[in-house]
Nanobody, 121 residues
Framework: QVQLVESGGGLVQPGGSLRLSCAAS????????MGWYRQAPGKERELVAA???????NYADSVKGRLTISRDNAKNTVYLQMNSLKPDDTAVYYC???????????????WGQGTQVTVSS
């Protein structure tokens, strides 16, 4: 059984910082890519950032220069460092990973449980 466990959400003032973490566990052959999505009330889930096992990154335009994605391949963990946070960043943040397992013919997408990030004064 593969699991993604997130941590690090919370309440922060505008201009503040938070760091999200997501660790994958289970029988894992490979993970590529890993990423973060978010969903605000009344809006569709959107990609925030993604990173390949080789370190290639992709960001939504709205977060470029403020949020940084990174990963530790040895720990099967992805991070999202969030700086200069704005109220518009308020959302539930979900970790996503495309994981190949020993018994799968092809990789499948897995999701974390979501963590709330609230940016408010």
């Amino acid at each position: 059984q593969v699991q993604l466990v997130e941590s690090g959400g919370g309440l922060v003032q505008p201009g503040g910082s938070l760091r999200l973490s997501c660790a994958a566990s289970g029988r894992i052959v490979s993970i590529d890519p890993m990423g973060w999505y978010r969903q605000a009330p009344g809006k569709e889930r959107e990609l925030v950032a993604a990173i390949t096992s080789g370190g290639t990154t992709n960001y939504a335009d709205s977060v470029k220069g403020r949020l940084t994605i990174s990963r530790d391949n040895a720990k099967n963990t992805v991070y999202l460092q969030m700086n200069s946070l704005k109220p518009d960043d308020t959302a539930v943040y979900y970790c996503n990973a495309r994981i190949r397992t020993p018994w799968g013919l092809r990789p499948n997408d897995y999701w974390g449980q979501g963590t709330q990030v609230t940016v408010s004064s």
